[in-house]
């Protein structure tokens, strides 16, 4: 599979818990980014990487949210300290630069804090 | 930042039928607007998208204009059927950057 993939697809939590979710972009892209979606809503921007440099956060994201993208390619995002409000649906997408705009989105993970 | 809003938030049309879906944004240096279809349980897919040096686009069944004086952008849907059933959301962003999302339309298209 050549798209973005995103692991685990489901996570239960109790509040107060640590939580990290993985984002593979598709393979040549440099760029990365992290939008969380609630229901009925659209997806949020979090965070954006090229290569492996942070290079935007939302003024919205907690200090419990953090980000890294250690060798270019893959990323992870934890939360730390979970609370109800975090539950969502977590998606990553990723493009090309250079290559248009176009960002492809991961299936996302479902958080859900107990 | 950018705002971007979307309207109508339900659409219910008759298969055949046109659907027009529409949104403006805030900041007039956006330059690049998607629109992405979510079905339900999947992930956003990219259907059309416009730069802000083109004022219409087509593909097939689907359409996209701009109004860049007015800042309003439009979807439209023609022939629509059962399968154009999902959440359409559109996004606006300044080229290579992040995406603002519109809050979503759920189109449904009965048979």
């Known amino acids: 599979d050549t798209g973005v993939s995103q692991n685990p697809r489901h996570k239960i939590t109790k509040r107060g818990q640590n939580v990290t979710f993985r984002c593979d972009p598709i393979?040549?892209?440099?760029?990365l980014y992290w939008y969380r979606q609630t229901l009925g809503q659209g997806p949020e921007f979090l965070t954006y990487f090229q290569n492996e440099a942070q290079l935007e956060k939302s003024r919205l994201l907690s200090d419990r949210f953090s980000a890294e993208r250690p060798k270019g390619s893959f990323s992870t995002l934890e939360i730390q300290r979970t609370e109800q409000g975090d539950s969502a649906m977590y998606l990553c997408?990723?493009?090309?630069?250079?290559?248009?705009?176009?960002?492809?989105f991961g299936p996302g993970t479902r958080l859900t804090v107990l | 930042g950018e705002n971007v809003e979307q309207h109508p938030s339900t659409l219910s049309v008759q298969e055949g039928d046109s659907a027009v879906i529409k949104c403006t944004y805030s900041d007039s240096a956006s330059n690049y607007f998607p629109w992405y279809k979510q079905e339900l349980g999947k992930r956003p897919q990219l259907i059309i998208d416009i730069r802000s040096n083109v004022g219409e686009k087509k593909d097939q069944r689907i359409a996209v204009t701009l109004n860049k004086t007015a800042k309003h952008f439009s979807l439209h849907i023609t022939e629509t059927q059962p399968e154009d059933s999902a959440v359409y959301f559109c996004?606006?962003?300044?080229?290579?950057?992040?995406?603002?999302f519109g809050k979503g339309t759920m189109l449904l298209v009965s048979p």
């Open positions: 393979s040549e892209h440099n760029r």
């Open positions: 997408a990723s493009s090309l630069a250079g290559g248009g705009d176009e960002q492809f």
């Open positions: 996004a606006a962003s300044k080229g290579y950057s992040t995406l603002t």
